[in-house]
């Protein structure tokens, strides 16, 4: 069965870093693009970053680009985003999930990410 | 960046009615390589991450209920919920993922009437 667990969200304050994880099982993180999306508190889905399956390609929105880091562990099947120069505007649910093909049907949870003061 | 516009924002439908969603995107995100719609619809409860409803525009997902029917091509994009039923309640967003960045569009809410 595929799972997509996320950990690492909390409070932090604004300028702080803090790094999620996504632990995939059931599945190969190297065979598959994955994707982090979030969604601050009562608003829509906004997507965050990828990375391709063999990990050359990263891409990022560009309200993050230059604060946020995707990559993966692929020994620990753990996809991560490292999160820098926090802004109260990165408070969010995020969301890692994987892509088929451009199909997005396995989400994890989610792990809520607080930047306040 | 493809921007995704979504209507109405939300409805209200009586049980057993049908709901049309739409949506519609800046640019086309139709790959003739593919022959296909890049285009998904996921819908959202409360608290839970979204669900994959239907995928290619039209194509439903495994286990999803045949009620859900999507349809459109090219910019405009249709979700229709044939026969709402109570656990239909939700928000429901449209995704392209012809391009970076994916887009998704506002949402939009359903209800019961």
């Known amino acids: 069965e595929v799972q997509l667990v996320e950990s690492g969200g909390g409070l932090v304050q604004p300028g702080g870093s803090l790094r999620l994880s996504c632990a995939a099982s059931g599945f190969t993180l190297s065979s598959y693009w994955m994707h982090w999306v979030r969604q601050a508190p009562g608003k829509g889905l906004v997507w965050v970053s990828r990375i391709s399956s063999d990990g050359s390609t990263t891409t990022y929105a560009d309200s993050v680009k230059g604060r946020f880091t995707i990559s993966r562990d692929d020994a620990k099947n753990t996809l991560s985003l490292q999160m820098n120069s926090l802004r109260a505007e990165d408070t969010a649910a995020y969301y890692c999930?994987?892509?088929?093909?451009?199909?997005?049907?396995?989400w994890g949870r989610g792990t809520l990410v607080t930047v306040s003061s | 960046d493809i921007v995704m516009t979504q209507s109405p924002d939300s409805l209200a439908v009586s049980l057993g009615e049908r709901a049309t969603i739409n949506c519609k995107s800046s640019?086309?995100?139709?790959?003739?390589?593919?022959?296909?719609?890049?285009l998904s619809w996921y819908q959202q409860k409360p608290g839970q991450p979204p669900k994959l409803l239907i995928y290619w525009a039209y194509t439903r997902e495994s286990g999803v209920p045949d009620r859900f029917s999507g349809s459109g091509s090219g910019t405009d994009f249709t979700l229709t919920i044939s026969s709402l039923q109570a656990e239909d309640v939700a928000v429901y967003y449209c995704q392209q993922f012809y391009s970076t960045p994916l887009t998704f569009g506002p949402g939009t809410k359903v209800d019961i009437k």
């Open positions: 999930t994987r892509s088929d093909n451009g199909v997005w049907r396995y």
């Open positions: 640019q086309s995100v139709f790959s003739s390589s593919n022959s296909a719609n890049f």
